[in-house]
């Protein structure tokens, strides 16, 4: 099994409260986790990353345990080897091209220093098409090259796993549709498997290999097959939808 999820947490905010309780089981290396606003897809993202600790439950990554509640297991996200493309990008204002990528070799909380230099980091300039802007800001950037620089952050210490986050929320239509199919390219190339949130039936079409429905912190059992191939062609599974 490549992700084996099964997650429980109450999250409080003055008088309003938030229960995920999720249980998501999959082989495919592209999956989709789709559904309204509040639903608690980005919690279930930081809970794979690390950045959420669930009171109950697992998380495996391909037989890997990244947090188990009862054996007392909670890797730090580092340790995790897990990349995350954030909504926002959260790319740093004040480190250039180059560092932004170098940060995803950080093992601290230290900035990479000015014109560090590495195989990796040069490796993915170089894919992305971003060696002329090296040097330069984020602020200095289009959307679609703060799109990119996020994705090499991500990937550059080769993770087992990449969470995408509304990667495409950002940019305009075009540009959402030259993106959509780098990174399906990039996914396929690199074997890595990729969860992926999204509001756009677009986004699922193209990644939803299997695609899981989110409502109110649960999987949604009457809308999860949210699969696009007629049903003949859809294999049914508990109360998911692989498409074929
Ligand atoms: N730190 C927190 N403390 C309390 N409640 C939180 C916290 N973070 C998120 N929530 C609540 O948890 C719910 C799910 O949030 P989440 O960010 O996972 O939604 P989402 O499905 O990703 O939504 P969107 O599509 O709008 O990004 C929301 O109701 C949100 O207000």
Known sequence: MLFDIDIRKTLQAGSRSFALNLQLQSSSQRIVIYGPSGAGKSLTLKAVAGLLRPEHGHIRLNGRTLFDQRAGVNLAPQARQVGYLFQDYALFPHLDVR???AFGLSRGWLNPRTGVRHDAVEYWLRAFGLETMAHQLPDELSGGQR???ALA???VARPRALLLDEPFAALDLSLRH???RELS???QHL???IVLITHDPQDVEIFGDHVFQLRDGRLD???TAACHL???EALACGNTTICR
């Open 99 to 101: 560092q932004n990528i």
């Open 147 to 149: 799109q990119r620089v």
């Open 153 to 155: 952050r991500a990937i």
């Open 178 to 180: 030259t993106m959509r």
């Open 185 to 187: 390219d990039l996914q």
């Open 191 to 193: 074997q890595i498997p």
């Open 221 to 223: 059992a009457q809308e």
């Open 230 to 232: 007629p049903a003949s």
